[in-house]
T-cell receptor, first 109, second 114 residues
Framework: GQNIDQPTEMTATEGAIVQINCTYQ??????LFWYQQHAGEAPTFLSY????GLEEKGRFSSFLSRSKGYSYLLLKELQMKDSASYLC??????????FGAGTTVTVRA | TAGITQAPTSQILAAGRSMTLRCTQD?????MYWYRQDLGLGLRLIHY???????GKGEVPDGYSVSRANTDDFPLTLASAVPSQTSVYFC?????????????FGAGSRLTVL
């Protein structure tokens, strides 16, 4: 089976930075995705990494190290609307996504 | 607005009854998927379809069946519901079945089996 680990919960203050780590052990690797999911809503795509390194998209950045089976999502200048669950997903050998259980981020004023 | 439509939004079902969750997309995506989401377990793949006319089993297929008669529709059927199938079900689609296949999700169907 696939093993994708991420912390269950994180709390941070508005304007701060939070880093959500994800480690994985999977059958094959064809890329790593991050999705955002607000409570009661559908997941929405944030980022995709297939090569090692950092991908930056505005306030959000995602990093990948394939040799370490490790990724992180960095959220900068946190806003209240960033309170949500963040899902790490790995595209495995058949290109199907396996998801971690998600990290719930709470942003406090 | 283009995207994925799921129905029903919410349903309570007696154990042993059958139920079909509907999913329609208007993006002409080739691949479609059904996931279930349970607290603490994350999204788990039930069935998928790489292209119209083909289907495949995901991680948790038992008790579910799907069909893909055309590009747009991908219904999920529970033949005889059991309480462990209480969950939130998400339908998703992607332009292709390989590569950087970004998934677009529907709003979800919350199913309670009593």
């Amino acid at each position: 089976g696939q093993n994708i680990d991420q912390p269950t919960e994180m709390t941070a203050t508005e304007g701060a930075i939070v880093q959500i780590n994800c480690t994985y052990q999977t059958s094959g690797f064809n890329g790593l995705f991050w999705y955002q999911q607000h409570a009661g809503e559908a997941p929405t795509f944030l980022s995709y990494n297939v090569l090692d390194g950092l991908e930056e998209k505005g306030r959000f950045s995602s990093f990948l190290s394939r040799s370490k089976g490790y990724s992180y999502l960095l959220l900068k200048e946190l806003q209240m609307k960033d309170s949500a669950s963040y899902l790490c997903a790995v595209s495995t050998d058949d290109y199907k996504l396996s998801f971690g259980a998600g990290t719930t981020v709470t942003v406090r004023a | 607005t283009a995207g994925i439509t799921q129905a029903p939004t919410s349903q309570i079902l007696a154990a042993g009854r059958s139920m079909t969750l509907r999913c329609t997309q208007d993006m002409r995506h080739n691949a479609m998927y059904w996931y279930r989401q349970d607290l603490g377990l994350g999204l788990r793949l039930i069935h998928y379809s790489n292209t119209a006319g083909t289907t495949g089993k995901g991680e948790v297929p038992d008790g579910y069946s799907v069909s893909r008669a055309n590009t747009d529709d991908f219904p999920l059927t529970l033949a005889s519901a059991v309480p462990s199938q209480t969950s939130v079900y998400f339908c998703a689609s992607s332009e292709r079945a390989s590569g950087a296949n970004v998934l677009t999700f529907g709003a979800g169907s919350r199913l309670t089996v009593l």
